[in-house]
């Protein structure tokens, strides 16, 4: 029997996060205690009004498709939270939600760029990325820095050759780097004054904890957002996230959603309706994390590793070349003689990322604190 010879376009590389997902999975599966800290997944459940609106939802009436761009309700829910929260207005008619916000990507980038397009991303980044528009037929150029994008570096990137994108997450994943409103505002003014369409990756918003981010509407309405219920509002597998597009682009997004998703999930949308009314619960998870992080800044810094900004999201990214200059060994190693699971750097940094690893404290405090026990009992082997 002939093999299938697969496209071209689907030699991507793996999401080893994931990947280190299944293989702790497994070893869970056989006994084995393991701390899960390699997936940005909150250990928390979606908040109680959530969970309610969706079970009132389930009384025999049929769960169907909505409008492509999502349910009228929720479209004006979230251009309100834009209002609230930012103090920028937003028509509800530029917003579009998706399945996730990889659905928001897969349509951004279609409805943006062109196969042979070159788009900056800041680096280390969230892998799929880089996996999703290399699929496109896009090229990524990496602009580095652990605490984040200056505009000195986009301007630089685009004199060098001309950029048709900047994606930007913030703050960021792996790093949780915060950009300053200052940078920010330079690089929108960038973008907009040499027609650099820019994709603002708000998927960590509320999840800061020195100083709040702001969205990039508040410097460019040409900017494309992208968020999520994914992780502040902890619904990762309802995969229901949004985009905010310019004035006059919703069509755009709207006929690619028709072919490519119809609609987001139904129930979904309407549970991710009610999550903005949760607030008290979400802020009272948020509080764990901060102390989860003050428990792996305090721990990974008195063994020795070198830190990334941790700014906002639920991420720590350490150096450990004090340790090994191969994370994908050393993950390894931890998660089979240690039972902690954690990301190798190369999944955010194919050519330095050997030296680094993402540790994620989005679980439950014990576990961090157990967690520190064993990578630190795993250092003196």
Request: one cysteine or more; proline letters at 5%.
């Amino acid at each position: 029997m002939q093999c299938l010879t697969p496209a071209r376009r689907a030699a991507i590389a793996p999401f080893l996060a994931m990947d280190v997902m299944r293989e702790a999975l497994q070893l869970r599966a056989t006994g084995r205690d393991i701390i899960q800290m390699e997936v940005g997944a909150p250990s928390a459940g979606p908040p109680r009004l959530a969970r309610e609106a969706a079970i009132a939802a389930l009384d025999g009436r049929p769960i169907g498709y909505t409008d492509a761009l999502g349910l009228a309700s929720l479209r004006q829910r979230i251009a309100r939270h834009y209002r609230e929260s930012y103090g920028v207005d937003v028509e509800p008619e530029r917003v579009a939600v998706t399945t996730g916000s990889s659905g928001g990507f897969i349509m951004a980038f279609l409805a943006l760029f062109d196969a042979g397009a070159r788009v900056a991303i800041n680096c280390p980044s969230y892998p799929c990325y880089r996996n999703i528009l290399a699929a496109f037929g896009v090229e990524t150029v990496d602009l580095r820095g652990l605490a984040g994008v200056t505009p000195e570096a986009v301007a630089a990137a685009d004199d060098s050759q001309k950029l048709d994108g900047l994606l930007l997450m913030n703050p960021s994943n792996p790093t949780g780097a915060l950009q300053s409103d200052e940078s920010m505002r330079a690089i929108a003014d960038i973008c907009d004054k040499r027609g650099i369409k820019f994709i603002s990756d708000e998927i960590y918003h509320g999840l800061t904890y020195e100083r709040p981010a702001r969205t990039a509407l508040a410097w460019s309405q040409n900017a494309v957002i992208v968020n999520s219920f994914s992780k502040y509002y902890c619904m990762t597998g309802w995969r229901v996230g949004w985009l905010v597009v310019p004035p006059g682009f919703s069509r755009v997004i709207e006929r690619l959603q028709q072919s490519l998703a119809i609609s987001a999930p139904t129930l979904s949308q309407i549970a991710a309706e009610a999550a903005f009314d949760a607030t008290q619960d979400l802020e009272a998870v948020k509080a764990g994390y901060a102390k989860n992080r003050t428990i792996l800044l305090d721990a990974l810094d008195g063994m020795g590793f070198a830190l990334a900004p941790a700014d906002g999201a639920f991420y720590v990214y350490a150096d450990i070349s004090r340790f090994s200059d191969n994370s994908l060994s050393f993950c390894k190693d931890l998660l089979e003689r240690a039972g902690v699971a954690a990301t190798p750097g190369v999944d955010f940094d194919p050519t330095q990322g050997a030296r680094a690893m993402r540790f994620s404290y989005a679980g439950a405090q014990a576990d961090m604190i157990e967690a520190m026990r064993r990578l630190k009992a795993f250092l003196r082997r």
